[in-house]
T-cell receptor, first 114, second 113 residues
Framework: DQQVKQNSPSLSVQEGRISILNCDYTNSMFDYFLWYKKYPAEGPTFLISISSIKDKNEDGRFTVFLNKSAKHLSLHIVPSQPGDSAVYFCAASLIYDQGGKLIFGQGTELSVKP | NAGVTQTPKFQVLKTGQSMTLQCAQDMNHEYMSWYRQDPGMGLRLIHYSVGAGITDQGEVPNGYNVSRSTTEDFPLRLLSAAPSQTSVYFC????????????FGSGTQLSVL
């Protein structure tokens, strides 16, 4: 069973507009959430994270929102830039369980058009 | 600072062959792990290690072996390759035991014919 789900395989956005990437999870015990960005032929790189005790975390153009009651998190990119075109993975973990392993979603491919 | 280094970058195997994917990190990280990436499946955890001499299974461990004799190295062994193991493999590491961010290598693209 997929504990972390990204139901949109792809998203296309115009440069300068907002990109919203969504992620749902099933395990209410997850206590830490992360977003990774991946370019072709490269490994994923960390983008932003949020602890379950918060509902929002900002880092420049990137903001992650967490809705624990809905078991949903989202990544907002404002304004979107062509260099943001990549695959975005959300991930969740149980910090004190089994070494804090990360469970990843399927990924969403973002395309930002000039 | 090299970070996480994976070799080789590309490999083609025949069914039944064995090989080892190498992973080394120079950040003195305690935690290391192996993931595979397949279309529509995201990144799935194969095996992980919380320190030298300690390994454990992830979501998809069948067909793979690991060992952790040093802090720096975490090789992944395919004992008898199968076409279902065609994938892109990523090694990752982090300092602590918690769920903090992982640092990934650049990947090994493996094809099993």
């Amino acid at each position: 069973d997929q504990q972390v789900k990204q139901n949109s395989p792809s998203l296309s956005v115009q440069e300068g507009r907002i990109s919203i990437l969504n992620c749902d999870y099933t395990n209410s015990m997850f206590d830490y959430f992360l977003w990774y960005k991946k370019y072709p032929a490269e490994g994923p790189t960390f983008l932003i994270s949020i602890s379950s005790i918060k509902d929002k975390n900002e880092d420049g153009r990137f903001t992650v929102f967490l809705n624990k009651s809905a078991k949903h998190l989202s990544l907002h990119i404002v304004p979107s830039q062509p260099g943001d075109s990549a695959v975005y993975f959300c991930a969740a973990s149980l910090i004190y369980d089994q070494g804090g392993k990360l469970i990843f979603g399927q990924g969403t491919e973002l395309s930002v058009k000039p | 600072n090299a970070g996480v280094t994976q070799t080789p970058k590309f490999q083609v195997l025949k069914t039944g062959q064995s090989m080892t994917l190498q992973c080394a990190q120079d950040m003195n990280h305690e935690y290391m792990s192996w993931y595979r990436q397949d279309p529509g499946m995201g990144l799935r955890l194969i095996h992980y290690s919380v320190g030298a001499g300690i390994t454990d299974q992830g979501e998809v461990p069948n067909g793979y072996n690991v060992s952790r004799s040093t802090t720096e190295d975490f090789p992944l062994r395919l004992l008898s390759a199968a076409p279902s193991q065609t994938s892109v493999y990523f090694c990752a590491s982090r300092y602590g035991q918690g769920g903090e961010k992982l640092f990934f290598g650049s990947g090994t693209q493996l094809s099993v014919l």
